[in-house]
Nanobody
Framework: VQLQASGGGLVQAGGSLRLSCAASEKIFTLNAMGWYRQAPGKQRDLVAE???????NYAASVKDRFTISKDDVKKTVYLQMNRLKPDDTAVYYC????????WGQGTQVTVSS
């Protein structure tokens, strides 16, 4: 399985971005999926989760600002990020929960103050 994240970029604080992660195979029905992020010098953390039943869960740091969703037909999981903060700057990845597949290259999100 290959996971390709896209949609990152440079945005001012308070702005929005929508990330996409396309999977090469149909994995969403059997796996919970998550968006992870890794800031420079920090560990990779899970920030948003979507269970196999479609129930979302969020880290406290992004709750009420980020929304995770998926399209099973397109084999794509999304992360809508609103009211972005400089602390959201990181490389964003998607993977299953628990992690089962090789990490893709991620997509860089940079939020300027």
């Amino acid at each position: 399985v290959q996971l390709q994240a896209s949609g990152g970029g440079l945005v001012q604080a308070g702005g929005s971005l929508r990330l996409s992660c396309a999977a090469s195979e149909k994995i969403f029905t059997l796996n919970a999926m998550g968006w992870y992020r890794q800031a420079p010098g920090k560990q990779r953390d899970l920030v948003a989760e979507l269970t196999t039943f479609g129930v979302p869960n969020y880290a406290a740091s992004v709750k009420d600002r980020f929304t995770i969703s998926k399209d099973d037909v397109k084999k794509t999981v999304y992360l809508q990020m609103n009211r972005l903060k400089p602390d959201d700057t990181a490389v964003y990845y998607c993977n299953s929960i628990p992690v089962q597949f090789p990490w893709g290259q991620g997509t860089q999100v940079t939020v300027s103050s």
